[in-house]
């Protein structure tokens, strides 16, 4: 038996930071319904498409393991409908712009007055306050919650991460919210609301860098590169390019083939523990005793030096191989891992988080399995449903409606 088994999610969700929450939910075993507009759906079906007229990666891989039923939720027969899902169901989750659902006509308060056993949670941009109404995506996300401010080069523009911290990030807290609430009402026998804002996600993710804004009032950040260039700190916690925020210096340095191949670099660590092992391996054997090298203070002002010194030697080895020497030494290094390289590895194969899904329109593709390992909750990642594939079946089973008014909903455009 499946974690969330019994479980039935009334999914409102569309594009990407809600579907990553109900695909989770969906993994672990709950009955994911995605409510879809009958003809278009979500429109991510269609945006970049590799197919034509194929349901886009864009959306097969972000909707595994869901029944999809179309309704027009505006109409009044499809707020009918939506009505006896709402009754039958424990966890509604939407993610449309502020106001959109109240606008149909379920507000929280509607839906308690429906089912005060259900679970309603939403994803907006902003949390309450000046910005509540706006629209929100990805990018938008990243450079509201900080995270685009600490992205970057020195001197050079704001940036955005290429992990979606915004909308993934953002479905991951709002499923941990739901199974909380969930849990919640075992013991309280009551729905509640759970909301996530995509602001305070990606926040919270970027809370180290609010550890350094409060650090930078006290004094300069002297594991941040620009410490040992000399160059001026301002007055917010600035970009620190590839440097490590821990206090164990890292950078991103060049490997064997870096001129021709543009991930041919790994990210290393100067942890202090294994500062001679580094020396020895890098063959400077000598720094381990000299004062302007042997302790962490003193390599602090010297971090290009030593930079350089540690490319001079990984230049000459492949990223590989640069992991295979110093991992047994203990040194903390990492390939820079291309997505070709990523979809090739047969450990991420073997353990399902690389999944080959097939699909019957678009046959079979590459997908992210479940990132998350529940020893006695397996995940088998089943392909996402066609618009409408399970419209029939949900009706019948879920809303109780009997042949006749599914045939009289379809001939009024309702489904
Ligand atoms: N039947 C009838 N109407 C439906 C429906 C259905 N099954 N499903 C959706 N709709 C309607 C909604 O009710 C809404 O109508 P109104 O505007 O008239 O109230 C309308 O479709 C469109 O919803 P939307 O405003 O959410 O869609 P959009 O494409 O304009 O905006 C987005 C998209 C993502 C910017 C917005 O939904 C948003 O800000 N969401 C919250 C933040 C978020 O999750 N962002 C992540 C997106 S991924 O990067």
Redesign the pocket.
């Known amino acids: 038996m499946k974690a969330l088994e019994g479980i039935k999610v009334l999914d409102?969700?569309?594009?990407?930071?809600?579907p990553t929450c109900t695909q989770l939910l969906a993994w672990f075993g709950a009955d994911v319904i995605k409510?879809?507009?009958?003809g278009s759906g979500d429109?991510t079906r269609g945006q970049l498409r590799d197919i034509p007229d194929v349901d886009s990666l864009y959306f097969t891989m972000l909707n595994h393991n869901k029944r999809s039923v179309?309704?027009?939720?505006?109409?009044e027969k499809?707020k009918e409908i939506l009505t006896k899902l709402v009754e039958e169901c424990d966890v509604m989750v939407e993610?449309?712009?502020?106001?959109?659902?109240d606008?149909?006509g379920f507000s929280w308060q509607r839906i308690q007055e429906i089912n005060s056993r259900m679970i309603y949670a939403s994803?907006?941009?902003f949390g309450p306050g000046a910005y509540e109404d706006?629209?929100?995506?990805?990018n938008v996300?990243q450079c509201a919650g900080g995270a685009a401010s600490t992205t970057g080069m020195l001197g050079d523009v704001p940036t955005v991460t290429g992990a979606?911290i915004?909308?993934s990030g953002?479905g991951l807290h709002l499923a941990l919210g739901i199974v909380t609430a969930l849990f919640h009402r075992e013991k309280s026998g009551k729905g509640q609301r759970v909301t996530a804002a995509?602001q305070d996600g990606v926040l919270n993710l970027c809370r180290v860098k609010l550890r350094d804004q409060q650090r930078l009032a006290k004094g300069v950040l002297k594991e941040y590169s620009q410490f040992g260039e000399g160059i001026p700190f301002g007055e917010a916690t600035p970009r620190a390019g590839n440097d490590s925020g821990g206090g164990q210096p890292g950078r991103i340095l060049k490997c064997k083939g870096w001129e021709t191949d543009p991930d041919a670099y790994t990210y290393f660590i100067t942890q202090a523990a294994v500062w001679k092992n580094i020396c020895q391996v890098i063959g400077k054997p000598e720094w381990t005793e000299d004062e302007k090298y042997a302790t962490p203070d003193a390599r602090l002002p010297r971090l290009n030096k030593v930079f350089e010194t540690i490319e001079a030697w990984t230049m000459t080895k492949t990223k590989f191989e640069v992991m295979e020497i110093c991992n047994p030494l203990n040194i903390p290094v990492g390939p820079i891992l291309s997505m070709k390289e990523l979809a090739e590895e047969p450990s991420l194969r073997e353990t399902g988080t690389i999944v080959e899904v097939d699909h019957p329109e678009r046959g079979t593709y590459l997908s992210v399995g479940c990132p998350i390992k529940l020893s006695d909750s397996v995940v088998d990642v089943e392909r996402s449903p066609l618009l409408g594939e399970h419209t029939k079946e949900i009706l019948q089973e879920v809303a109780g409606l009997s042949d006749k008014e599914i045939a009289e909903a379809k001939k009024a455009g309702v489904i």
Do not use: W
């Open positions: 409102f969700t569309h594009v990407q930071s809600g409510v879809e507009r009958p429109a179309t309704l027009n939720s505006k109409s499809g993610n449309f712009a502020p106001g959109a659902l606008r149909m994803i907006k941009g706006c629209k929100v995506y990805e996300a979606q915004g909308d953002t995509m």
